[in-house]
């Protein structure tokens, strides 16, 4: 058998052997932390909070997102968690929550004395929808949190409307959507106030990590200051702190190296569109045992491509997804087979979920016990596998990539 066409599985030649790394960390950021302890060292001290790159990455931020407020948090779960602790939600109200996402996107609820409710996913796909929202409103919902995943954009524009009709805060979760528009306008500025985590997997990354907290609304971005640092008064008049929260602060460093990230946000995105473009003109769209829902989006939606999620049909198909996934690794793709991790309804801790606090305490009105079927979501988790997508796939790349496809769809379709 010639070891080009045999699997890599099977002992062939992998199709996609050497696919580069990342490589998104660069001279830019080396650069602004070696000024950075360039100052250090001159000055013999050490940056505090709220320094000048914390400042000027805020500002910028806002202005790459269309104007508004920004401020440097120390991870997209803190984020998310300032984010809901600025909205003052009643203890014991219910947040919805998209059921797909990470824990990150979900525990700060609890941190914050309410109760997350999953919802549904839109049929097929990872992101909720209008519909599904208000199938799980009640008269206990204080706000509701949108992730966009993988890359992709929720529909904003039909989830602010059911968000107004109910007067319900919405905060965006943008930590795998940096970059995701709808008609030009940048996800995350939809909403009450967004959430942007930046570890070192996202599209733009503060080092290890980092995240920064978005609102266009003046009011909101001093709330949002006052949480994330033990309730000092920013915004307002007062020679004390005037709520409790605990220090969350972006450092300096973080801050320096988001800056030099947040230039080439724009070219994280695009490269990694390019990529996808690429793969639809070269035979994406003729391989017989996968569909690609990101690429078929609404007009005027933009994914920026976290992830490219990949819809395997086992009806088309002699083997099942997980050997179709595992001979895709052989040839060297970065797939993964599995998103149950960021499913937390299956999760231990929410499973478990009816003996604990604030869910058992009687200040709760709801049910407890009351099972949130998500079909959809578990349909979607089935059938679905994921690759990573990086900016810096060149042509070649994206050549080698869709022979690995190509060589296991004609191995595995019926
Ligand atoms: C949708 C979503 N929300 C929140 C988080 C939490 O971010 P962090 O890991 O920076 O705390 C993540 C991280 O993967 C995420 O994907």
Redesign the pocket.
């Known amino acids: 058998m010639d070891k080009m066409k045999e699997l890599a599985i099977n002992g062939g030649t992998p199709a996609a052997a050497g696919l580069p790394p990342r490589g998104h960390m660069g001279k830019e950021e080396k650069a602004a932390v070696d000024a950075l302890f360039d100052e250090m060292i001159a000055t013999g001290n050490a940056p505090t909070y709220h320094g000048k790159q914390e400042e000027a990455f805020c500002k910028e931020f806002a202005e790459y997102l269309g104007g508004g407020y920004a401020d440097g948090v120390n ?6 968690f300032v984010a809901l602790r600025a909205l003052d939600l009643p203890p014991f109200s219910e947040v919805l929550f998209g059921c797909i ?5 979900v525990m700060p609820i609890v941190m914050n004395n309410c109760i997350p409710i999953p919802v549904d996913t839109m049929p097929g796909s990872f992101n909720i929808g209008p519909e599904q929202i208000e199938a799980r409103i009640t008269e206990r919902t204080s706000a509701i949190v949108i ?1 966009h ?1 993988m890359g992709e954009p929720a529909d904003m524009p039909a989830i602010m409307k059911v968000a107004e009709k109910y007067h319900l805060p919405v905060v965006e ?1 943008c ?2 959507s940096h970059a995701a528009k709808i008609n030009g306008q940048n996800v995350g500025t939809f909403g009450t106030v967004a ?1 942007f ?3 070192s ?2 599209h733009m990354c503060a080092g290890g ?3 920064a907290v978005f609102t266009k609304d003046e009011a909101m971005y001093w709330k949002v200051r006052r949480c994330a640092d033990r309730g000092k008064p920013f915004g307002v008049k007062a020679s004390s702190s005037v709520e409790i929260s605990l220090n969350f602060n972006m450092d300096e460093i973080h801050a320096a190296i988001a800056r030099a990230q947040l230039k080439k946000l724009p070219y994280f995105s695009a490269g990694r569109q390019k990529a996808v473009e690429w793969l639809k003109t070269h035979g994406l769209y003729d391989l017989k045992c996968l569909t690609f829902q990101q690429t078929e989006l609404k007009p005027g939606f933009e994914c920026c491509y976290w992830r490219l999620v990949c819809q395997f049909h086992a009806d088309k198909a002699t083997c099942s997804k997980d050997e179709y996934v595992k001979a895709l690794a052989a040839e060297g793709l970065p797939v993964a087979g599995d998103y149950h991790a ?1 499913y937390p309804p299956c999760h231990q801790w929410f499973v478990n979920r009816a003996e604990q606090f604030p869910w058992n305490a009687p200040q709760y009105k709801g049910d407890r016990f009351a099972a949130y079927p998500c079909t959809n979501a578990e349909a979607a988790l089935d059938a679905n596998f994921l690759m990573m997508m990086q900016e810096n796939f060149s042509d070649d790349d994206c050549a080698k990539i869709m022979r690995a496809f190509q060589k296991v769809d004609a191995a595995f379709a019926k």
């Open positions: 991870s997209g779960t803190n984020s998310v996402t990470d824990n990150g996107g992730a995943i979760d930590a795998q959430a985590s930046m570890m997997g996202k990590q980092g995240a960021g």
